[in-house]
């Protein structure tokens, strides 16, 4: 069984540039979150998608960064212009369809650098 | 805010003895917990979660305690070994609205073994 997969794993950007981070959730599992990492942090919660929906994105900077889950294909978190503080480990993390659960599975995470 | 934390960012300790890894949490609402573990470059592996109608739950080598009480929750590692050596995060979920299955991370701690 193949888990949650994140590409890239290393992104590197220059000021202004776009980012884009995909994510494909492990089989049968519905329910994608995206969590950003400071060096020597924990992780800090951005964004909770299900397929075609947000449920919630109080986590997520207003402006430049936006994050969809298409019915097909990987979830995509898009930082717009991306300036030095968007610097982080960005960390995908799914969870089973059918309610009752919590339990999030973590990917390898995309680490972005911009320069 | 409420947040969750961590009585100690670092731990050492002799490969063989027991490891207790502490969390303090301020939201009393808070009705499920997880411990995952960090290795370098990797994202967060799911360790042993419980729920807050719970006081304790073991696994293979690791014990979670939950005090509601005091809002404190341990990690137990029997017989540490060189490959526990990682950051070791709590996280809770607190239910409601939309923030189903989101999760707020404590700081982390480190976990060094010696052989």
């Known amino acids: 069984n193949a888990g949650v997969m994140q590409n890239p794993r290393h992104l590197v950007r220059r000021r202004g540039q776009e980012a884009r981070l995909r994510c494909s959730p492990m089989?049968?599992?519905?329910?994608v979150y995206w969590y950003r990492q400071l060096p020597e942090e924990g992780l800090k919660f951005m964004v909770y998608?299900?397929?075609?929906?947000?449920?919630?994105e109080s986590g997520m900077p207003k402006e430049r960064f936006s994050a969809e889950f298409p019915k097909e294909g990987p979830s995509i978190l898009r930082i717009q212009q991306v300036v030095r503080g968007d610097s982080a480990a960005y960390f995908c993390?799914?969870?089973?369809?059918?309610?009752?659960?919590?339990?999030?599975?973590f990917g390898p995470g995309t680490r972005l650098t911009v320069t | 805010g409420e947040s969750v934390g961590l009585h100690l960012p670092t731990l050492s300790v002799q490969e063989g003895d027991n490891s207790i890894i502490n969390c303090a949490y301020s939201?009393?609402?808070?009705?499920?917990f997880i411990w995952y573990k960090q290795e370098s470059g990797k994202g967060p592996q799911f360790i042993i979660d419980?729920?807050?109608?719970?006081d304790k739950r073991q696994g293979q080598r690791v014990t979670v305690l939950l005090n509601k009480t005091v809002k404190h929750l341990s990690l137990q590692i029997a017989a540490t070994q060189p490959g526990d050596s990682a950051v070791y995060f709590c996280a809770e979920n607190i239910p409601g609205g939309t923030s189903y299955g989101k999760l707020t991370f404590g700081q982390g701690t480190i976990l060094t073994v010696h052989p």
């Open positions: 939201n009393s609402a808070s009705d499920y």
């Open positions: 993390a799914s969870s089973p369809a059918y309610g009752g659960s919590y339990e999030q599975y």
């Open positions: 419980i729920r807050s109608n719970m």
């Open positions: 998608l299900q397929k075609e929906n947000i449920i919630d």
């Open positions: 089989k049968g599992h519905s329910h």
